[in-house]
């Protein structure tokens, strides 16, 4: 057992995750290969979640650039923890999914496929014979607006269920609409496309976590790929997987983690044992502040950041406006090692704002000069991300904190 502190954990996560590291990633399909999976999100107030998720890990990215690797067939589109963008050399153990889905399809879909066997059919048919098909190419016999994916034409229910058993893939996305196709035309020649063996799936999600995210409890392990892997081979019994990964550490693959006041068991791989151990915990006081999307790998799994940083977070898009705490898309706000608070913002495309619509720091943060100076610089950078010329702030924000970032901000951006 190796016990290290708190910051240590911090640290050791944001470096290998590569939101704070010594050697950052260089293209995006390496931040894809370095975190497994890249969560795709509709919110747009400000840029998508897989455009924020790239934009804290590359200095030179642009928004929707991710969607040419899915486009040239570098990543591809399926369900991981959610719907995210994977290398496409991840595909066996997502084609292991596959078969799942198709072995135990939801229950919905057990009394929707035995009445639909026509209608899924032609659908891939259709799709077959005309290439990259959209949801849209099936019209209703009487168009009007659905209510929701219980209120979805039956063609475009097919498409999904296809999809899910891995008979059609994403071929391409264009103004984030998908486009289907045969996955025989998806998945590039060279690449395996037969399922991962079930003897090989333990092995691989323990791999593929720990590579990613650096260190993790059962929890992480369970969530960060998606669980049905732990209910396949644990039937989500606790007391199962920590008894396979107790072998594990008897057999000098994975190392377990006792962190400072805390009685959760983390574990890392072995191989990153001295990693942790050399690790160089300064970094530049001059960094800007990231602000991070609420689907970023690093702190997706709501109990990881509350356990490792003290961060308690919620997403309040979907809480009624006279019940939010901190706003309707809040960003949690990385300084250095740090999660110190969180930012409601907006991007006013058209009119090249950034809005400040909402600011809350954590009760512990003593703000400063030079804070203000690294939340200016991250502002700045996040508004040219957005080709926002100016920043602009509620005046709702506390006057002595919205003066001090005022201040902070360069004269150029300020409306």
């Given at each position: 057992?190796?016990?290290?502190?708190?910051?240590?954990?911090?640290?050791?996560?944001?470096e290998?995750?590569?939101?704070?590291?010594?050697?950052?990633?260089?293209?995006i399909?390496?931040?894809?290969?370095r975190?497994?999976?890249?969560q795709?999100?509709?919110?747009?107030?400000?840029?998508?979640?897989?455009?924020?998720?790239?934009?804290?890990?590359?200095?030179?990215?642009?928004?929707?650039?991710?969607?040419?690797?899915?486009?040239?067939?570098?990543?591809?589109?399926?369900?991981?923890?959610g719907?995210?963008?994977?290398?496409?050399?991840?595909?066996?153990?997502y084609a292991w999914k596959?078969?799942?889905k198709?072995?135990?399809?939801?229950?919905?879909?057990?009394?929707?496929?035995?009445?639909n066997?026509?209608?899924?059919?032609?659908?891939?048919?259709?799709?077959k014979k005309?290439?990259?098909?959209?949801?849209?190419?099936?019209?209703?016999?009487?168009?009007?607006?659905?209510?929701?994916?219980?209120?979805?034409?039956k063609e475009?229910?097919a498409?999904?269920?296809?999809?899910?058993?891995g008979?059609?893939?994403?071929?391409?996305?264009?103004?984030?609409?998908?486009?289907?196709d045969?996955?025989?035309?998806?998945?590039?020649?060279?690449?395996?496309?037969e399922?991962l063996?079930?003897?090989?799936l333990?092995?691989?999600?323990?791999q593929?976590?720990l590579?990613?995210?650096?260190?993790?409890?059962?929890?992480e392990?369970?969530?960060?790929i998606g669980?049905?892997v732990?209910?396949?081979?644990?039937?989500?019994?606790?007391?199962s997987?920590?008894?396979?990964?107790?072998d594990?550490?008897?057999?000098?693959?994975?190392?377990?983690?006792?962190?400072?006041?805390?009685?959760?068991?983390?574990?890392?791989?072995?191989?990153?044992?001295?990693?942790?151990?050399?690790?160089?915990?300064?970094?530049?006081?001059?960094?800007?502040?990231?602000?991070?999307?609420p689907?970023?790998?690093?702190?997706?799994?709501?109990?990881?950041?509350l356990?490792?940083?003290?961060?308690?977070?919620?997403?309040?898009?979907?809480t009624?406006?006279?019940?939010?705490?901190?706003?309707?898309?809040?960003?949690?706000i990385?300084?250095?090692?740090?999660?110190?608070?969180?930012?409601?913002?907006?991007?006013?495309?058209?009119?090249?704002i950034?809005?400040?619509?909402?600011?809350?720091?954590?009760?512990?943060?003593?703000?400063s000069?030079?804070?203000?100076?690294?939340?200016a610089?991250?502002?700045?950078?996040?508004?040219?991300?957005?080709?926002?010329?100016?920043?602009?702030?509620?005046?709702?924000?506390?006057?002595?904190i919205?003066?001090?970032?005022?201040?902070?901000?360069?004269?150029?951006f300020?409306?």
């Amino acid at each position: 057992m190796l016990g290290i502190s708190k910051d240590q954990a911090q640290r050791f996560i944001l470096e290998k995750q590569g939101l704070l590291t010594n050697s950052p990633s260089k293209s995006i399909l390496d931040v894809a290969k370095r975190i497994h999976n890249i969560q795709i999100d509709t919110n747009s107030v400000v840029a998508r979640s897989q455009d924020l998720t790239l934009y804290n890990r590359l200095t030179d990215y642009h928004e929707g650039q991710i969607w040419k690797l899915l486009e040239e067939k570098k990543l591809f589109e399926f369900w991981s923890h959610g719907i995210c963008l994977m290398p496409i050399e991840e595909y066996p153990f997502y084609a292991w999914k596959m078969e799942y889905k198709k072995k135990n399809p939801a229950n919905w879909w057990r009394k929707w496929l035995p009445e639909n066997q026509d209608v899924i059919k032609n659908v891939y048919k259709y799709v077959k014979k005309n290439g990259p098909t959209r949801s849209a190419d099936f019209e209703r016999e009487e168009e009007r607006k659905s209510e929701g994916w219980w209120d979805w034409k039956k063609e475009k229910l097919a498409l999904e269920l296809l999809f899910d058993q891995g008979k059609l893939l994403i071929a391409f996305r264009k103004n984030f609409q998908k486009f289907y196709d045969i996955s025989e035309r998806v998945i590039p020649s060279g690449i395996k496309t037969e399922p991962l063996a079930d003897d090989e799936l333990a092995d691989y999600l323990i791999q593929t976590v720990l590579s990613s995210l650096g260190l993790a409890s059962y929890e992480e392990l369970r969530h960060y790929i998606g669980m049905v892997v732990s209910k396949y081979l644990w039937k989500n019994n606790r007391k199962s997987a920590m008894n396979y990964l107790q072998d594990c550490v008897d057999q000098d693959k994975l190392i377990e983690i006792k962190i400072e006041n805390q009685d959760v068991k983390h574990f890392i791989l072995k191989e990153d044992e001295s990693k942790l151990r050399k690790m160089n915990y300064n970094f530049d006081q001059n960094t800007p502040m990231k602000f991070l999307t609420p689907f970023d790998n690093a702190i997706r799994d709501r109990d990881l950041p509350l356990r490792i940083w003290g961060f308690d977070y919620k997403i309040e898009c979907y809480t009624p406006a006279k019940d939010r705490i901190f706003g309707y898309f809040t960003l949690p706000i990385l300084d250095g090692y740090s999660l110190i608070g969180r930012t409601d913002l907006k991007a006013h495309r058209k009119d090249s704002i950034l809005e400040i619509k909402s600011i809350h720091f954590e009760d512990w943060f003593k703000h400063s000069e030079e804070s203000f100076k690294r939340l200016a610089k991250g502002l700045s950078n996040f508004a040219e991300f957005h080709n926002c010329s100016k920043i602009q702030a509620e005046e709702s924000i506390p006057n002595k904190i919205r003066k001090s970032l005022l201040s902070s901000l360069d004269s150029a951006f300020l409306t």
